[in-house]
């Protein structure tokens, strides 16, 4: 049986369709969890994950212990959960594991691998166990190894390897089989600045340039923020937020003026205008409400206007967003809030 | 190292996708390979030819015996019960090497995780490893017979005829296939345990011999009945390979003394035990992820 790749969804309907009846209509999420919890005896580890994940880029964040390997299993298919309904690629991972994990590539968190195997069979190997014929597995790992940028070293031990080069192989190894999914548990884990921006930029583009879906796990905002284009933030157990970065940020935009003089009357008149301003010594923040159908810049371009009117000199003007820390460390303090009133 | 990023490409893979059957028939092959020391460093290749060498060493020395002195035959000198014992301590040395290095290692290389989020759930990965194993197993257990019955055939000292030769290629494919079933179980239950694998092979060469040293022991010495033969699973596989193949030496011993029917179920048991304790403990065993 030949196969069309037209792009994610159609996959991801070609996959519910030899699966069974459960057919997944398309713009669908990728995974789709309804109040899921996982406890491992006495532990409760997930209370409610409740959270549809579109296609793209999702960043699973959290801080270490929240969950998010937890998570991750439970979207492959490896632990029974305690409750809840889930959904990846349009089926329950629990009873169709098999089928799901072979359109799944999983990158997980340890670093381990086996020391005496050349990194090219250990690619090629993983690709065959996920179905694909010898011939096309040898070739695709090979070229996995390539994009990843191991390619003059694909056949070294992957025990000489340091550990760069080692997330690389987990990275190629995920990809090898083109899955429609791909589940990374802490990428950068172990990288120095430069492997690590690497590292961000491949996962980028393997989300963008080649229609696989990816979920990464991550205890660090800035790096979801860079190349996500949605976030699920997990603590104590439970989806605190999700969306995409944008609505998690407002969706607005602030525009940071810095100015020689005359601070008061730039604001007022800002201020006449119906923008936001808040004044901080020299500084001036503008607060900007979302215009989706305007230009981005209108807001930074109004501002030049209003200082040039009032002819006074410009120091600095710039974007001044809301970072992902924000929205985290507010979503920290709602659920710890929670807690307390719940536990009180 | 080089971190730069080289653009070949990323192609979609529009072909065929196989299913569950195909992973396990992959990672058994995988395992064999492993196991051989094929596709792997010359040290890694040693201990296999020297175990399978030396399990076709009586093989080729009873073949030289027939060919040239066919006088011996009719003393019985050259006997395919003994065969067993000739080469029981090669079996659990090639058990001893087999399971460990396939199975231990999988949970501390952290393959195990990879393979579990494969289409491979915990019940076709033990499936995969018992096919490789079991498969190079018989290696050293069927094929030296088989050889053997043969090159006997062949220098004129082999069964009679063409139904006597095909049933003694048959008894041996049982015989060999059962214990073969047996040591690869028994050799994945310990594997199961312990981190290391020079821990599983020596764990897996003591389980062979402490029991045939104590009920030796306990039959011959301490006048313990010969059912206690019964629980030393070593002689009990030898035991029932040699009524299988069907040729059972005897020796008035305690184990010579064993209902040959209840010897065979007794080692058919072992295997299933065997094989289901470590069908039972993979379900359970945590996962390095």
Redesign the interface.
Known sequence: ?????IGNDALVQDLASTLGPEVRPVGAPVISASRVAKSFGATTVLTDVTVDIQPGITGLLGSNGAGK?TL??LL?G?EPRNGGVLQVLGHDPQST???V??R?G?S?????????VQAA?LVR??A??????AQ?STE?AS??L????L???RFRPIGTM?T??RQRVKLA?A?A??PALVLL?EPTDGLDP??RD?ML??IRR?GT???ISIVLSSHLLEEVERICDNVVIIANGTVIRSGTINQMRGGRTSVMVELDSGHERVAETLRTAGLVVAVSGSKLLVDAPPQPDADPYWIHDYVRDVVAWADVGLRRLGDQTVSLEDVFLASNDESNEAMREASA | ????????????????????A??VR??AV?SMRRILGL???GK?KIVPALTIGFAFLPAIVMIGIAAFVPAVNEFDIIRLGDYFGFISFALFLFTAAAAPGVLT?DR????L?????????RT?YVLAKFIGIFSVMLLVTVAPIVFLQVAFTLVGSGPGGIVDFVASIARAIVAGGILAAALTGLGMFISSFPKRWGIASVAIVATMLIPIIVAAILTEGADAPDWVMFLSPPDILGKAWEHLIGDPVNNSLALDRLDSTLVVLAAIAYAAVFVGLTWWRYQHIE???
């Open positions: 049986m030949r196969r069309e790749r390997t991750l299993s492959l490896l594991g098999p089928e994990r072979a799944i999983y997980p968190e340890h670093h381990h691998l086996p020391a005496d069979d190997h993983l065959q166990l996920h179905g694909l014929p096309a695709r070229d996995a390539w994009l990843v940028g390619g003059e070293e340091s760069g080069q190894a990809i089989h083109d548990d430069v492997q690497d930029a491949l393997i340039q080649y229609g | 190292m080089s971190t730069q990023i080289h653009d070949l490409g990323y192609r979609a893979y529009a072909g065929e996708r196989a299913g569950v195909w992973a992959s990672l995988h596709k792997r460093a890694h290692t501390t290389s952290g393959m995780a990879l393979y579990l989020a494969s289409p491979l759930n076709t996962v390095d992820r």
